[in-house]
């Protein structure tokens, strides 16, 4: 059993619209293909020993146990492969509970698909599954304590962290789509223009001063103190001298921590003597140059969340101890804690696993104990200095007992350093009493509060602090997604694209669009390559300045990773033809329909999937859609547009000559076909389907229909608005056509535009591309042959794995079934084969080349034209 290829989905994909985050493996199960699971003794046994949790898995009938029971009555390998994999990610934390099996067009290959939500966790968890499947399979000895323990350790360096998830959540709860920075490991909430983002608690409408203030404890100190905050005693020092200095002015007990510290980083506390600063001093050097010496006050830890100038919660803090029984070692007590259901691994659960650590052996070390010491029955032992949850220790919610003094003083703080969302840490003997008459002090005050206090507090009522935050920075009534129009198909996806931005770049809008040459940003190429995947999408998306995304969404990103967003305004689908088939497991056009479907399935309830009725298998997926459906057709008569429109549905039609809109029993005529410079007078019968998409999709974004006529006027295809798209030359000896034509579909559409234009010989540069299936190649050929009098075949950079020849022969055969008389010319380079094409072409010819480097045939012949004027002035 292996792995032949994983591939990790981050949105909705082929395999799943509705669980967009999965691992997709395809598994070759060599020798292993005809065994069950029934067939492997004691294999029940063996799995609910590793994994107990096993038996929780339920069937597809959805009961208890049912996986179990499938594998007592036989099932394949694969499919505890899946099981595996997700029970491994619960138990390290990961609960993701979506998985299915699948068998493939091949003999003992079968693909596992599985939801994850880290990625490294998922990808392990794949190649663990694998693993152990194979080994249980081989009766070997198994064992998981590896695996759990490294995935506990991918959970923790890529998990959100509790507070980023709180918002995140609330996020989503709101509709808000949201985008993770994985470079910078920013959160982008929402889109475009609209976008804020956050790093924890901390947003983009956190004033920078106001987190500097914060963030050097001795500024903040004088700077509450000046507007009358309670705060200890206390001076920053840098060295041993120093230091001495301090305690001889502030007197024990102390508290020393990093100036610039977080998270009780390096602090202690209660400091009693000498000796103790100096181990205190040193271990906050640790962490920053500068050390916060202060008085200690004594009480119990507070935490006040301010958000928005609003007090919202509040929590006492207690850190990580125990209680003596008076028979139990603090080993052992420390081990019954960690065994409440509650701790976990890092930030795994509501509470985290204390560990004793190297602070904790200097606590035991300072009261005379170790870990095998017996405390006395109700003595308390703190195993930390400070009460940071993180450390394992725990947080009561206090906020409906909190004075309001103290609630006016914590707004007063937050909106004196400046903080929108403000973490004050107090020391008080009672927060329900106003703080001076406990002679308590603000210890702290936090430009990034950790909200895992308030959401899972280990005593009390739990707080949604996250709803304040994004009522915050996304106030109800304000937006916070772009409009989304989604491209794909076969062919004409990129001329659509580029016309539909073009449309509503018109209008005004600030749009950011990808095509297969680039990413654009208000029409500026701002990334070169073909940017049709879901990274593409994200950097439209992310970009503050877009206000309109068009997304072309090309087969290769979607099968590779899936979209790069849950849900699209307008999702329009060309045409699904008999490309790249056998490639990426999709070996029929319907699997190819699949994967172009899932566009319009993302489509948000209020919007409009815009389908060719003119395509059954575009036109099918219509059924079950959730959103609103418009078609277009190049056929009035076309029964389909007749049933749809008869309900009230719209619709883009041409009909005697014009683009018109059907809706009701209304038409609403656009513009001449012929008055289009995208359809070359009608010819380009195939732009005619991109121009009644486009056209569909600028009325639904309610657009005029002046303002539709005018744009369509104004794309003049050329090689800087449409690249590689019918760029037509005129020569003075001939016309050349450069089109990144690559499939039979738009080969067909290019051959039909060439049968009505008239030349004395028409010459076809073609090729064959390497990885295609021996059928399409010699289709290319057939058609080549249909309609040049003279072909040259030339070759690709990149054969895709075949040799030249071998693909020449093919493309060869497909001429000869045509014209068995026509000896094509084989002239490899592109560049050498179009430069014979223009010096040896007869006056009067229509020269073709089916480009793969367009920018430059391009330049060749713009240079070759300048050329031939010059010729022509000096004759």
Same mark, same amino acid.
């Given at each position: ?232 005693q206390g001076r920053t020092v840098s060295n041993t001298r120093e230091l001495e200095e301090a305690v001889d002015e502030l007197g024990y007990p102390l508290v020393t921590k990093p100036l610039n510290g977080n ?413 289009? &410079? /995208? ?5 380009? !019968?195939?732009?005619? @389907?991109?121009?009644?998409? $486009?056209?569909?999709? *600028?009325? #639904? ?122 000896? &094509? /010319? ?5 560049? !050498?084969?179009?430069? @014979?094409?223009?010096?040896? $072409?007869?006056?009067? *010819?229509? #020269? ?28």
């Open positions: 059993m292996k792995i032949l290829e994983l591939k990790i989905m981050r949105g909705p994909n082929y395999w799943s619209i509705k669980h967009p985050k999965i691992i997709v493996l395809k598994l070759d199960l060599q020798d292993l293909q005809d065994t069950q699971t029934n067939e492997i003794p004691n294999l029940e046994q063996k799995l609910l020993k590793l994994l107990p949790g096993l038996y929780r898995h339920r069937s597809s009938e959805g009961t208890e146990g049912g996986f179990i029971r499938l594998v007592n009555e036989g099932t394949t390998l694969s499919k505890v492969v899946q099981h595996v994999a997700l029970e491994l990610q619960t138990i390290a934390g990961m609960d993701s509970g979506y998985g299915r099996r699948y068998a493939s067009s091949q003999p003992g290959v079968d693909f596992v698909v599985f939801s994850y939500q880290q990625e490294r966790a998922g990808e392990y968890a794949a190649e663990a599954a694998v693993r152990i499947t194979g080994a249980l399979a081989r009766g070997e000895r198994v064992s998981v304590i590896q695996d759990v323990a490294k995935l506990h350790q991918i959970r923790e360096d890529e998990y959100f962290g509790p507070t980023t998830e709180a918002i995140v959540q609330e996020a989503v709860n709101r509709d808000i789509p949201y985008i993770q920075n994985r470079q910078s490991g920013l959160i982008h909430l929402g889109y475009g223009i609209y976008q804020k983002r956050i790093q924890a608690a901390m947003s983009s409408n956190t004033s920078c001063f106001a987190v500097e203030s914060a963030g050097d404890k001795n500024v903040t100190k004088r700077i509450l103190a000046e507007a009358g905050i309670p705060v200890p998270q009780g980083k390096g602090a202690s506390i209660n400091i009693p003597n000498w000796k103790e600063a100096q181990k205190g001093f040193a271990e906050a050097k640790r962490y920053a140059e500068a050390v916060m010496v202060e008085q200690f006050i004594a009480g119990f830890d507070y935490r006040l969340l301010v958000i928005d100038g609003k007090f919202t919660a509040a929590a006492k803090r207690t850190p990580a101890m125990v209680t003596g029984d008076g028979t139990a070692t603090i080993r052992q007590l420390v081990n019954a804690v960690n065994k409440d259901p509650r701790r976990g691994v890092g930030h795994e659960k509501a509470l985290t696993h204390i560990k004793i650590d190297k602070i904790s052996r200097g606590i035991l070390r300072e009261k005379g104990l170790t870990l095998d010491s017996v405390l006395p029955k109700g003595q308390v032992l703190y195993l930390k200095n400070t009460a940071n949850l993180s450390t394992g220790g725990t947080a009561t919610d206090v906020t409906d007992v909190v004075h309001p003094y103290n609630v006016l003083m914590a707004e007063r703080i937050a909106g004196i350093i400046g903080l929108d969302i403000c973490g004050v840490d107090v020391m008080t003997s009672d927060i329900a009493i106003p703080l001076p008459e406990t002679r308590g002090a603000v210890i702290e005050v936090n430009a990034a509060p950790g909200l895992r206090m308030h959401i899972s507090p280990t005593e009390g009522l739990p707080r949604n602090v996250a709803e304040p935050i994004i009522n915050m920075l996304f106030p109800y009534g304000c937006p916070s997604r772009i409009p989304i129009v989604a491209v794909t198909g076969t062919n004409g996806k990129t001329t659509t694209t580029r016309l539909i931005a073009h449309i509503l770049q018109f209008k005004g809008h600030k749009v950011g669009y990808t095509t297969t040459d680039g990413i654009y940003i208000q029409g500026r190429k701002i990334i070169k390559g073909d940017t049709t995947g879901s990274y593409s999408s994200e950097f439209v998306l992310k970009d503050p300045t877009v206000n309109y995304a068009v997304l072309e969404c090309a087969r290769g990103g979607l099968l590779r990773s899936g979209l790069a967003f849950t849900q699209c305004d307008i999702g329009v689908v060309m045409n699904v033809t008999e490309d790249h088939l056998g490639l990426g497991d999709i070996n029929t056009v319907e699997d190819m329909a699949k994967v172009k479907g899932v566009i319009p399935k993302t489509v948000c309830p209020d919007g409009y999937a815009v389908l060719n009725a003119d395509d059954d298998l575009v036109y099918g997926m219509a059924s079950g859609l959730r959103c609103k459906v418009a078609f277009f057709s190049l056929d009035e008569s076309n029964p389909r547009i007749i049933e749809h429109t008869a309900k009230g549905g719209l619709a883009a039609v041409f009909e005697d000559g014009y683009i018109s809109i059907f809706k009701n029993t209304y038409k609403i005529r656009i513009d001449r076909v012929a008055d289009i &410079p /995208l359809t070359f007078g009608g010819k380009a !019968r195939f732009n005619i @389907y991109n121009v009644l998409a $486009a056209t569909l999709a *600028a009325y #639904i974004s309610h657009m005029e229909v002046n303002e539709i006529k005018t744009a369509l006027r104004t794309f003049i295809p050329s090689p800087e608005t449409t690249p590689g798209r019918m760029n037509l030359f005129h020569l003075p000896h001939a016309e050349v056509l450069v089109d990144y034509a690559h499939n039979i579909a738009a080969m067909q559409a290019i051959g039909e535009f060439v049968s009505q234009t008239e030349a004395s010989t028409k010459i076809g540069i073609i090729a064959g591309i390497g990885d295609r299936r021996d059928e399409d190649t010699k289709e290319v050929g057939r058609i080549a042959a249909e309609v040049f009098d003279q072909i040259i075949i030339r070759q690709d950079k990149d054969l895709r794995g075949r040799a030249g020849k071998e693909i020449n022969s093919l493309l060869k055969e497909g001429i000869f079934a045509v014209k068995p008389e026509l000896e &094509p /010319l084989e002239i490899n380079q592109e560049t !050498r084969a179009l430069a @014979y094409a223009l010096e040896y $072409a007869p006056d009067g *010819a229509f #020269i073709a080349l089916f480009s793969e480097d367009i920018p430059e045939a391009v330049k060749l012949v713009e240079n070759f034209r300048v050329i031939q004027h010059r010729k022509s002035a000096m004759e």
